[in-house]
């Protein structure tokens, strides 16, 4: 089905530049702040929740699940809307009494939980800034951010109370702690020595709120609600002032395409300390949604997933391509029967969507039935919505989640700045390769990058750095005024550092990134993370980092394989299954390196773009190894430092002797 995304506004807008800008299809006229009438009075996250909490007062909102004294979890325990509504009420309260005010700053420290939510509701009740700490970070970061933020207090599960433990004695602002996920009979620890900070459980602040009510302090649209602090690739994190406006007006653009509504399960894992399913809970909220929460690990994910069945599920690529591998791995080592019937299933389906029938066709009911029933149940058996964000998914993942689930999936780009989504996919639309259009919240224009070649007056296609104004747009980094104005011109455009390209329907393709070019010894510029992108769309690399430098002449890669394809492929080639001894074998390098460059010819990567040489690593990169970023992105300083033998032998190898 052919959908509108954008239009050109007619004028050219002076003094933005010779650029046209972009508007949703849905609303060039003008850029939406809220959710359509009645709902138009809602301007903050406070507003939000008193709608919701009258609207769906009785509808379960908030589940966790209940796990026995032999780790046995049990089905999930629901509080309603307006449980919740009166709970935050009294931790808003119960804080109060404990010395917060109005305007302070509150740490959240701890994995998606129940109360998570609790806590970030009292503080929206009680204009208390919230400032999520991620579970990943160390004590390092999260002292920076403590002290940066001027912390008053600190929300924490007992999981990372140690840590924090650590990071209090450098951390004097920082008065209260709130305890919550105690068990039965588990005492508080004794504070460091020279700590001033009082440490008590989420329990004993509720019951002080009950004992000392007090009445809601509501904030206005252009009151910080969060500082969200980015983890970026280099340097120190960076707080990102976000107003109630902000994420209202984004969650309203996000919900023109979701819909979400009663009756909706959303099961929420991705950290709530990031802005994607931050905004996803403010939209899931409005909708009348229940939210279940994970049990905080990974590997229990789908054991989660069976019990709850969500019909809203988002996610990301990474997820996605475990899916997908999975799913085709079992398919792949089936018997001939059963692949052959997957295959006529698959073939089938897809040709009803890519005619825009989403419901797959005449047979399409058949084969879900008969096929694809089991792969849907993998997920609980009832998903309508997935998403997916944070990073590019590859077109024949989206085709199979398509096919094989039945679902709308809608792919969405966006960053913290932007107080989340900046455009999104339309539910009706079955193509790929692209992230849709700007939501009618947002405009969006393309600057030129002549360094790079890619300009506003390229035809057919204009290129350009994505530039975005509107309500969503943050207001800027805390105490940070340099970084602010690199970031956020005086015309109030956001540029965001990614490069796009404006297709024949509106729609918007992500196409490089600006930021990390560099040129090699002729004189070429490279991006790496385009070329990163590519590769990793092998199905024998896991990972990789490339690199090069204006003293060389040709690219290099640090190359993580797959094991779940590698192992098989090692196998049937009677080759050892150990992966130590894998990554040295010259014929499995070559085999890596081959597939890498295979795959950079078909999405026609130019030849100096393409790796001459590659070392294989067994360890993935991590944020624990300090190789990626909390948001899982690459840190190319420290990769490059943790890595840089392997650089120098490369080249070295090649008979490039300077240092890298």
């Not at 252009?222 to 340097?235: F, K, N, P, R």
């Not at 994970?294 to 969500?310: A, Q, S």
């Not at 339309?426 to 700007?438: A, F, K, L, N």
């Not at 600057?447 to 390229?458: F, G, I, N």
């Amino acid at each position: 089905m052919s959908v509108a995304y954008s239009v050109e506004l007619p004028e050219r807008l002076s003094p933005t530049g010779p650029w046209l800008v972009h508007r949703s299809a849905s609303s060039p006229s003008r850029l939406i702040a809220a959710f359509p009438p009645p709902d138009d009075s809602v301007k903050t996250l406070y507003d939000n929740y008193e709608l919701s909490f009258v609207a769906h007062a009785e509808t379960p909102y908030l589940g966790q699940r209940l796990v026995d004294e032999k780790g046995k979890p049990g089905p999930y325990h629901w509080l309603s809307y307006a449980q919740v509504s009166r709970t935050r009420t009294e931790i808003g309260s119960g804080l109060l009494h404990h010395g917060l005010k109005s305007g302070a700053t509150l740490g959240l420290y701890s994995v998606n939980c129940r109360d998570w939510v609790l806590v970030e509701s009292a503080c929206v009740s009680y204009s208390i800034v919230t400032v999520p700490l991620y579970d990943t970070l160390g004590p390092d970061a999260v002292r920076y951010i403590s002290n940066h933020a001027e912390l008053h207090a600190v929300a924490c599960s007992v999981t990372v109370l140690p840590g924090l433990m650590q990071s209090l004695q450098g951390c004097p602002s920082i008065r209260l702690v709130v305890v919550f996920g105690m068990r039965k009979g588990q005492r508080l620890p004794r504070l460091p020595s020279g700590v001033k900070a009082q440490v008590v459980t989420l329990e004993t602040v509720i019951k002080a709120g009950k004992e000392h009510p007090r009445s809601h302090i509501p904030p206005q649209p252009t009151d910080i609600a969060t500082l969200c602090y980015t983890s970026g690739t280099t340097g120190v994190p960076k707080g990102a002032m976000l107003s109630h406006g902000s994420l209202i007006a984004n969650a309203a653009g996000s919900n023109t395409v979701l819909n979400a509504q009663p009756g909706d399960r959303h099961l929420s894992y991705l950290p709530l300390a990031h802005i994607y399913e931050r905004v996803t809970l403010i939209g899931v909220t409005h909708g009348g949604v229940s939210v279940g929460f994970f049990r905080g690990e990974i590997t229990e994910l789908l054991d989660d997933m069976l019990e709850l069945k969500p019909t809203i599920f988002t996610s990301v690529p990474r997820l996605y391509n475990r899916i997908y591998d999975r799913v085709m791995g079992t398919i792949r080592a089936g018997n001939p029967v059963a692949r052959r019937l997957f295959a006529m299933a698959y073939a089938s389906k897809r040709a009803a969507l890519e005619q825009g029938d989403l419901s797959g066709g005449r047979f399409g009911p058949f084969w879900d039935r008969l096929v694809f029933s089991k792969i849907k149940a993998r997920l609980g058996g009832e998903v309508r919505i997935m998403t997916t964000g944070s990073a590019p998914i590859s077109s024949e993942v989206m085709e199979f989640l398509r096919v094989c689930f039945g679902a709308v999936v809608i792919e969405g780009y966006g960053m913290t700045e932007t107080a989340c989504t900046i455009t999104m996919t339309h539910p009706d639309d079955t193509s790929c390769g692209h992230v849709g259009g700007p939501l009618p919240c947002c405009e969006i224009k393309l600057a030129d990058l002549p360094d790079m070649k890619y300009m506003s007056t390229d035809r057919p296609h204009p290129r350009g750095e994505i530039c975005v104004r509107g309500p969503i747009v943050f207001q800027g980094y805390y105490k940070d005024e340099v970084q602010t104005r690199e970031i956020l011109d005086p015309d109030g455009w956001l540029h965001t550092g990614d490069v796009g390209m404006w297709l024949e329907g509106g729609q918007l393709k992500i196409i490089d990134r600006k930021k990390n070019i560099f040129k090699l010894a002729q004189g070429e510029y490279i991006s790496p993370e385009k070329i990163e992108n590519v590769y990793q769309r092998s199905p024998l690399v896991a990972q990789a980092f490339v690199y090069g430098d204006s003293l060389q002449p040709n690219l290099v890669a640090v190359v993580v394989p797959d094991p779940e394809t590698l192992l098989p492929w090692a196998a049937s080639r009677g080759l050892p299954q150990d992966m130590k001894r894998l990554i040295c074998d010259p014929s499995v390098v070559a085999a890596v390196l081959n597939s890498m460059l295979e795959e950079g010819r078909t999405s026609k990567l130019q030849g100096f773009e393409q790796v001459t040489s590659v070392t294989l690593i067994e360890e993935a990169f991590s944020i624990e190894n300090g190789i990626l970023t909390p948001t899982m992105k690459l840190k190319r300083p420290q990769a490059k430092a943790k890595f840089e033998e392997a650089i120098d032998r490369m080249y070295k190898k090649m008979g490039n002797a300077s240092k890298a």
